[in-house]
């Protein structure tokens, strides 16, 4: 087995790569898909924010099912149930059956994703590792930049017809070589981690009802206009969410292992910390969100121009994670506020660039501050989870790494809802390049107060990252969702 731990290792690359795809594939087919399906502005809101918020919730289980059934099987599984909900979406003929689909697709990769980490550990020995996450780091980034123009070629090249189909056909590929070099490369058997691990469904579903109730209100509200029903739904949001906390709080008291460890929350860096997922993660999949719309919609660029347009984004995040991975010992804490202030550097210099150029704005234009803006957030992203969990206990750092992940899929989540909310309510029935400009305008505001809150938030985290085996880091997924 040991000379196919390189071939296991791309099973593995090749499964986090299909997650990184249909993360960032909608921004760029969005237009398509609304042209070709109909629906409305907060479908186009669903079809993304439905992804990471299955994602999301099957991330607080998703672990648990490697330890419980083994990580080999959960990830096969996962293959499999991914390829199929892809082929659901390409064959979706609404917007609620390619909303539908992009749930299945969340919940699988919640099952999938998870899984990585451990086996490259089981794969390679502990004097290999570094070289293993040493090859994983730039050909995810590398995916980064180029997955959005692919997705972007290949539905202008609309190859047999199949328009915006193709970025989520192309994942059948891709799973198949998963499949077949994890089944033949990846070690062991399906024997259980952990034998004494219980699922906890029914935390499990309170978190998923609580999620949705949160995040619905904010993406239909604007549809509705804002009936008292959607504030009560809002409200009681809360009260579904405290019910979770409760049931893991009685699940500790018992003796069950509880889907969170919330000893972790009564450090104030940790809490802070999740705050700052929330925050950080919103602010930039929003902004994503508003600047390929404003782009296809408002510029009227095809997809493979949009995307190649916010690539300096990418290439940005790609510079950004190589300065802060070699930095962030020697800087610590110091180096998210340096990526932070990059950021607010960048978001300032596109707002100048809206409001300077106005309907005369193109792409060159937008080119510069988004490469500054994407240095700044790459070099947040290598750091973030270690220093998030610099004073978490070793004995809790799988559930603390484990809620931090699902957390940012949720702060995605919000930013899709809030940052898209107010775009789209901007622009509301005025379909002409000045709204678009001025809905632009208005949410670079808005994501530069957001990076403001975040730069106050990384004070009260700990001076330097954690010290022992590092958290995984923040899903690459996002670099240019």
């Not at 992009?102 to 099952?111: D, E, H, N, P, T």
């Not at 009802?209 to 209100?217: E, K, Q, S, Y």
């Not at 001076?463 to 590092?470: E, F, G, L, V």
Request: glycine share 12%.
């Amino acid at each position: 087995m040991r000379n196919h731990k390189w071939l296991g290792l791309f099973a593995v690359l090749a499964a986090t790569i299909m997650n990184l795809l249909d993360s960032t594939v909608v921004t760029v087919a969005a237009p398509a898909i609304r042209a070709d399906l109909g629906g409305s502005y907060a479908s186009l809101q669903w079809i993304a924010a439905s992804y990471t918020l299955a994602l999301a919730v099957g991330l607080l289980t998703g672990g648990r099912l490697g330890d419980m059934f083994g990580r080999k099987r959960m990830l096969m599984i996962g293959v499999v149930g991914f390829v199929v909900a892809s082929l659901a979406c390409a064959a979706a003929w609404s917007p609620e059956t390619l909303i539908g689909a992009r749930v299945l697709q969340g919940l699988f990769g919640a099952v999938m994703i998870p899984q990585g980490f451990g086996l490259i550990r089981d794969l390679f020995p502990p004097h290999e590792i570094g070289k293993a996450f040493g090859a994983f780091g730039p050909i995810i980034g590398l995916s980064t930049i180029f997955g959005p123009v692919v997705a972007g070629a290949l539905v202008d090249a609309d190859l047999f017809g199949t328009g915006w189909r193709a970025v989520f056909a192309i994942n059948l590929p891709i799973g198949l070589f998963a499949l077949v070099a994890g089944v033949k490369a990846l070690p062991g058997g399906d024997r259980p981690a952990v034998r004494t691990l219980r699922l906890d469904l029914g935390g499990a579903v309170l978190a998923a009802t609580g999620m949705l109730m949160l995040v619905f209100p904010l993406v239909q509200g604007r549809e509705l206009d804002w009936p008292a029903w959607i504030f009560a739904l809002l409200a009681a949001s809360v009260g579904v969410l405290g019910m979770f906390v409760w049931s893991q709080a009685r699940r500790k008291r018992t003796g069950r292992t509880p889907l969170v460890e919330l000893s972790v929350f009564a450090k104030r860096s940790y809490s802070t910390g999740v705050l700052f997922v929330i925050v950080f993660f919103g602010a930039i999949v929003g902004l994503s969100l508003a600047v390929a719309m404003f782009l296809q919609l408002g510029l009227g660029y095809s997809p493979v121009k949009a995307s190649l347009t916010m690539a300096t984004w990418a290439i940005g995040a790609f510079l950004g994670t190589g300065f802060a991975a070699a930095t962030m010992a020697k800087l610590g804490r110091r180096v998210l506020h340096v990526g932070l202030s990059l950021i607010a550097i960048g978001l300032t210099w596109l707002y100048a660039v809206f409001a300077d150029q106005g309907v005369r704005v193109d792409g060159g234009d937008l080119a510069w501050p988004l490469l500054v803006y994407g240095v700044g957030m790459g070099m947040i992203f290598v750091p973030l989870f270690d220093i998030i969990m610099g004073e978490i206990a070793d004995h809790e750092v799988g559930s603390a790494a484990g809620m931090l992940e699902s957390i940012q899929q949720l702060g995605a989540s919000l930013g899709v809802a809030v940052l898209g909310t107010v775009f789209f309510g901007t622009i509301g029935t005025r379909f002409d390049p000045a709204t678009f400009v001025t809905a632009s305008k208005t949410v670079t505001l808005l994501t530069l107060g957001l990076i403001g809150v975040a730069f106050v938030l990384g004070f009260f985290l700990p001076r330097r990252a954690r010290a022992h085996t590092p958290a995984p880091a923040p899903s690459p997924d996002l670099v240019a969702a």
